[in-house]
């Protein structure tokens, strides 16, 4: 950069020689600008993937105790159950080691009333059997992970990569106090914000 601009005050002197140094100036300052910009966006990229933690997942699942039904104890705001209570979600196991998932709920306006959704999970990795995916609408899919499993699958605190879908579920319709104070714990380790946890209603005939 040096040499150019000696070459320049040879050929153009005075007045020309100082715009040029005077553009040349600028357009290091623009593009070391630039560089510290995107530098800045690249630490800041880097840092958010470092900080996110993702939940830990119970080790082992043995899909033929998990099957069955589960009611829903508590889970934190989401847009499809917003208007339900008394929900609950029955797994069927398959030969081929799909799972048929059927949510059932009952409207809080008109409690006689209920709705259903039916869909399908699968487990992608073989050596993860606990992070498990879940469809309900082709081609979008979900993640279910089962962060917390009782060891004799009364109950199970599942969630996602994300923190920002949270159930606490359970054979029974009702958990006693400290379980459900434990598993809250658990998910507060694992990054989630819970204190717009939803209790569950289970009240329904």
């Not at 601009?5 to 002197?13: A, C, E, Q």
């Not at 487990?123 to 060891?151: C, H, R, T």
């Not at 004799?152 to 104070?181: C, F, H, N, Q």
Request: net charge positive; aromatic share 12%; with cysteine.
């Amino acid at each position: 950069m040096l040499f150019n601009i000696l070459n320049l005050s040879k050929t153009h002197p005075g007045k020309e020689v100082i715009e040029q140094i005077t553009v040349l100036t600028v357009s290091m300052k623009i593009s070391d600008l630039i560089k510290t910009i995107l530098t800045f966006i690249a630490i800041m990229i880097f840092s958010s993937a470092q900080s996110q933690k993702l939940p830990s997942v119970a080790s082992t699942v043995d899909l033929n105790r998990y099957k069955g039904l589960w009611y829903e104890i508590a889970r934190l705001p989401n847009f499809f159950e917003r208007k339900l209570k008394c929900t609950s979600a029955t797994y069927t196991l398959h030969d081929d080691g799909k799972i048929t998932v059927l949510n059932k709920g009952n409207y809080l306006t008109d409690p006689k009333k209920s709705t259903s959704s039916k869909g399908v999970a699968w487990i992608p990795d073989k050596n993860s059997p606990a992070k498990l995916k879940v469809q309900f609408f082709w081609p979008f899919s979900g993640d279910y992970w089962i962060m917390e499993l009782d060891k004799e699958y009364r109950y199970v605190l599942v969630g996602d990569p994300s923190a920002k879908y949270l159930w606490i579920l359970a054979r029974e319709k009702k958990m006693d106090e400290s379980t459900y104070r434990m598993l809250l714990r658990k998910a507060i380790d694992n990054g989630y914000d819970v204190k717009s946890i939803i209790r569950v209603e289970q009240d329904c005939n």
